[in-house]
C-alpha cells in the first residue's frame, strides 16, 4: 500500500526546505522564512520535524509484513537498516566537507578537516530513523509508546536537572545545556556547528527526543494502515493533532519550545502540525480524489536526491566567483545582485531567488519523474 498523500507530504517539506535554506542573501529574509532566534517557534521551524514524522509514517508501511507476520526479522533486514543509517549518515558528513573540497577545488586553499562538523540534518535522520526502527521491530506496541514517553519525559527531565558543569542544572543557553556539554565532550568543540561556544543544533543527545518525533510519525502510519480512507480517518489525525498541539504548549510554559534543543515541548507541538497537514493531504487527496498535489508529489518521490542536490549545488554558488580581484563576488552573490535585487530590490529579490531555485528543482526532478529514476536509500 502506499499513499499519495504522503508522497505529496514529503513534496511540500521539500519545496518549503528549499525555499527557506536559499534566500538570495541572509541578511534579507521575511520573518515566517526564518527560524525563531532561540525559543518560539515559526513556520520554517516545522519543516526538519516534518521530515523525521514522515521517516515514520513510511516506516509503518515498509516494516508492517514483519510486524505483522509475529516472525522474527532476520538479521538481514537488521544489516538493511544498519547499513541504510550508516549510508545516509555518511553523505551527511560529506556534504559538511564538501565546502571544503570545493574551496580546494575552485580557490586553492587546501582542505581542513580539523574542524570538520559531524552532526548535521542527514545524520539526524539516519541516527533517528536507527533507533525508532530497531524499536519498532524489537518492542510491542505498549513498549513503543512507553519508549517515546520516556525519551520525552526523561529529556526534560535530564535538561531541566542535571547540572552542568560551570552552569548548573537547568541552563537551555546554547553554551550552558547539558545537550550541548554531552556533545563538547563526545565529538570536541571544533566538530560542533558552533565551534566557539561549543553547541550544535543537531546534536547527539539532543537527536534521543527527535526519535519520539519518528515513533509518533510511526503511529500515525499505523493507525492509517489499518483504517479506511474515509472522513473518519481524517478527523482522527485532526484530533491527535489537536491533542499534541495543546499538550506542547501547554509544557511549554515549564519547557519552552526550542527547536535546536528539539526540547519535549517543540516534538509534540510540531508533531500536531505535522498531523493537521497530513490530514489536509490525506482528506483532499485520498478520501476526495483531487489531484492538487501532483507538483509535490514530483518532489517527494526524490526527496533525498533534492536534499542532497540542492546542499551541493548551493555550495559551489559560494566557491566559485564571478571576475577577478579582491572585489569579485562569489557567484551566488553575482545571480542575487544582477539578476534579481537589481529590478526587485533587496527583500523581494532575496525572495524571488528563493522561488527561482524552488522552480529550478522541480524540473529537474519532474525530468527525473517523466525517466521513472528514484533515488531509494
Known sequence: MRLTSLDVFRGLAIASMLLVNNPGSWSYIYPPLKHAEWHGCTPTDLVFPNFLFIVGVAM???????KRSGEAPAIALYRRILQRSAFLFGLGVLLNASMSLLNWLFQGEPPDFSTLRIMGVLQRIALAYLIAAIAVLKLSRRGQWIMASILLLGYWAAMMLLPVPGFGAGDLSAEGNLGAYIDRLILTPNHLYLRDIGFDPEGLFSTLPAVATVLI???????????????????DLVTAGLVCLVIGYLWSFVFPINKQLWTSSYVLFTAGWALLLLAACYETIEVRGWRWGWPFEVMGLNAIFAFLGSGLVARILLATRIGSGEDALNTKAWIYQHLFASWAGPMNGSLAFACVTVLFWWAILYGMYRQRWFLKL
Open 60 to 66: 509503518a508501511f515498509s516494516l508492517s509484513k514483519y
Open 217 to 235: 510519525g510511526y503511529f500515525t502510519g499505523d493507525l492509517l494502515r489499518d483504517r479506511p480512507k474515509r472522513t473518519s480517518t481524517t478527523m
